[in-house]
């Protein structure tokens, strides 16, 4: 996914990091998020990218990863404008409840939070949308 996703940020204006330790998820563990990118206006913005080639447990990491990533804007002392979970592949069985935003009754600071598809995500990066 990253050889889709980061030529688009490139197009887009935005210089990026990849595999960023930015803290702790809750519970303790280190959060390696896959991209850091930062546009012209400094904002600075968490990208999770998550593959789902055949069916299997990504699907059932998306809360978890949305929790975390919520967390660290949220808690980030301004740090971060927003993050991005973008969803890639085709063998999803949650997808559309995901980008429907099925989950945002259940997440507190979900609108912290932008679920994509990776063809939604890479036209908002190409044209320096995020």
């Known amino acids: 996914m990253e050889s889709m996703v980061l ?11 990849k595999q960023v330790n930015i803290g702790l998820r809750p519970g303790g563990k280190r959060h ?5 990118a930062k546009d012209d206006q ?3 913005y968490l990208i999770s990218l998550k593959w789902q080639q055949v069916s299997g447990t990504a699907e059932q990491k998306v809360p978890f990863e949305a929790i975390c ?3 660290a804007v949220r808690t ?12 890639g592949g085709d063998g999803w ?3 559309d409840f995901y980008l429907g935003g099925g989950l945002d009754g259940h997440l ?9 598809s990776l ?8 044209q320096g949308k995020l």
């Open 108 to 116: 507190s600071h979900g609108d912290l939070v932008n679920f994509r």
């Open 69 to 71: 990533l919520a967390e």
């Open 32 to 36: 390696v998020i896959d991209v850091l």
């Open 76 to 87: 980030g002392e301004d740090k971060y404008h927003k993050a991005y979970l973008v969803l």
């Open 7 to 17: 030529p688009a940020l490139t197009m887009g204006g935005y210089t990026f990091r």
């Open 93 to 95: 069985s949650l997808r």
């Open 119 to 126: 063809e939604s995500f890479i036209a908002l990066a190409n």
């Open 42 to 44: 400094d904002k600075t």
